[in-house]
């Protein structure tokens, strides 16, 4: 099975990875031999740069030699942070923690925002309960907002906290606000991929840093979309023999063997 990653998705994940352990900015030169090694040539990196800076994530800023680099923005970084919570704490999820309820309203002649506010929602784990109505599990609540509010689309919103109280069960209510069918196979997608790279790594002794860097960054690029197309539901709601936990259990395993290892690589200019 093939997958693909986007030069810009590699980026960002390089970053979130190991942009933040390093003062000051990354070298160009840097991020096209970093991206190289994963095949990525030097003009998609530095398209794909150019548009990040565009959106405000990455900021120019000469290295201490002077050389060209690029820093995260305080944008940035405030959304990896959050995604640092989705990505590797994925605690246990429980019923009685609640729900957070986004309800919004959007001016016909801003309609556009109203497009934006939903696939933002989608993308950070909201379910669709009702027309201009999208639930989540509570603990989303603060990346939510900080969310919203850094896209200025939070005059839109009002948010809530509380709890489902029928008329169906809850088991019913979050299969029809979630596609979850879908986000299993994202898992079983997930796992086709990398659970056999982790069985391969399970069969070794050693852990060279390039090794370990080509394997871990890719993994890691498709892991991070996860944890946002699912949003971490009570295993009580869920389909028997639902498949995030194995996943989570696989990217868990890659994370401690392979992270460390390839900042080696990334930080120590690609010796082993």
């Known amino acids: 099975m093939a997958e693909q990653h986007t030069p810009r998705s590699l980026i960002v994940t390089l970053y979130g990875a190991y942009g933040r352990e390093r003062p000051g900015s990354l070298p160009v ?9 994963l095949g990525v040539d030097a003009p998609s990196v530095r398209s794909s740069v150019s548009r990040l800076k565009r959106r405000g994530l990455l900021i120019p800023e000469r290295t201490e030699d002077g050389a060209a680099g690029y820093a995260l923005s305080a944008d940035a970084r405030q959304l990896l942070d959050d995604g640092d919570r989705r990505i590797y704490a994925r605690p246990a999820p429980q019923l009685s923690d609640g729900w957070v309820l986004a309800v919004f309203s959007v001016p016909e002649a801003e309609r556009h925002k109203r497009h934006l506010l939903r696939s933002r929602l989608v993308r950070l784990g909201f379910g669709s309960a009702a027309p201009g109505v999208w639930i989540a599990p509570a603990r989303l609540y603060e990346e ?72 871990y960054l890719p993994a890691l690029d498709s892991w991070r979309r996860l944890p946002y197309a699912d949003p971490g539901l009570p295993a009580e709601l ?28 990334v930080l120590g200019g690609g010796g082993d």
Do not use: N
């Not at 850094?150 to 809850?170: K, N, S």
């Not at 696989?250 to 992270?259: C, I, M, S």
């Open 144 to 215: 939510t907002r900080h969310t919203l509010r850094r896209l200025q689309l939070d005059a839109y919103v009002d948010l809530f906290r509380g709890e489902h109280l029928g008329f169906a069960a809850t088991a019913e209510a979050v299969a029809r606000w979630w596609d979850l069918g879908a986000i299993a196979e994202l898992h079983e997608e997930f796992l086709a991929l990398h659970e056999p790279v982790l069985r391969a790594w399970d069969a070794r002794d050693d852990t060279p840093p390039a090794d370990a860097y080509q394997d």
């Open 238 to 265: 869920l389909p028997q023999g639902w498949p995030g936990g194995r996943s989570a259990a696989v990217f868990a395993r890659l994370h401690e063997r392979l992270r460390d290892a390839g900042a080696k690589f």
């Open 29 to 37: 030169a840097e991020l096209i031999r970093l991206l190289g090694v």
